[in-house]
């Protein structure tokens, strides 16, 4: 099945200073990739979706100077977040979202990494 | 703006017993997801419903899909602690803006 690895699974830092986090996907190809926040019993966040070579596109209210996200490639998205403030301590999830037509059988299904637990401290 | 709302958002029940997650959502959709996620972990896919009066099931959990009420269900038959958990649905719009909305999660505590 599709595999998407999150790299680190757990950081913590310092205020002030930045943190980057690694989406992968390991066998096949996303042209596109979602980025949420998750605090402690509560539902998905929705932050940004990126889109391989383009700017991601943020939802509302996600400031897209402190959160930087890049999709370099088909396998790999970054979000870096910069000059971190403890209220940016969460649980971040990426997702995957498989490329190819439905028509073809291909699922546009989205898979989800383990998730990277921030700690700001 | 598409909504998903799911009810209830908190369920303690025996095992052995049977219940149902619903899940409205407040548009047209492509298509409508389940999840699992136990605490401190990812999310865990459990269903995927892509047409009206879609059913699945898997063990002793069977989804469904009514796109004319925009209403998904998840039922629980002869609940084991082990399904002990939190339950997402989430709806795509993939042919509009390319997102999964989701709603809040319902959390299962199932007492042995």
């Known amino acids: 099945g599709a595999v998407v690895s999150q790299h680190p699974s757990r950081v913590i830092c310092k205020s002030g200073t930045s943190v980057k986090i690694e989406c992968r996907s390991l066998?096949?190809?996303?042209?596109?990739m979602f980025w949420y926040r998750q605090f402690p019993k509560k539902s998905l966040m929705l932050m940004a979706t990126s889109n391989e070579g383009s700017k991601a596109t943020y939802e509302q209210g996600v400031e897209k100077d402190k959160f930087l996200i890049n999709h370099a490639s088909l396998t790999l998205s970054t979000l870096t977040v910069t000059s971190a403030h403890p209220e940016d301590s969460s649980f971040y999830i990426c997702s995957a979202r498989t490329s190819g037509s439905f028509l073809m059988g291909l699922s546009y299904e989205q898979y989800f990494g383990p998730g990277t637990r921030l700690t700001v401290t | 703006e598409l909504k998903v709302e799911q009810n209830p958002l908190f369920l303690s029940m025996q095992e052995g017993k049977n219940y149902t997650i619903y899940c409205n959502y407040s548009?047209?959709?492509?298509?409508l997801y389940w999840y699992r996620q136990d605490p401190g972990k990812s999310l865990e896919s459990l269903f995927v419903l892509l047409s009206n009066g879609a059913v699945k099931q898997e063990g002793r959990l069977m989804a469904s899909l009514d796109t004319k009420a925009r209403l998904s269900t998840l039922h629980i038959t002869a609940a084991v602690h082990d399904l002990s958990a939190t339950y997402f649905c989430a709806v795509d719009t993939l042919n509009r803006d390319d997102k999964i909305i989701f709603g809040k999660g319902t959390r299962l505590h199932i007492l042995p």
């Open positions: 548009t047209t959709s492509d298509r």
């Open positions: 066998d096949f190809q996303a042209t596109t």
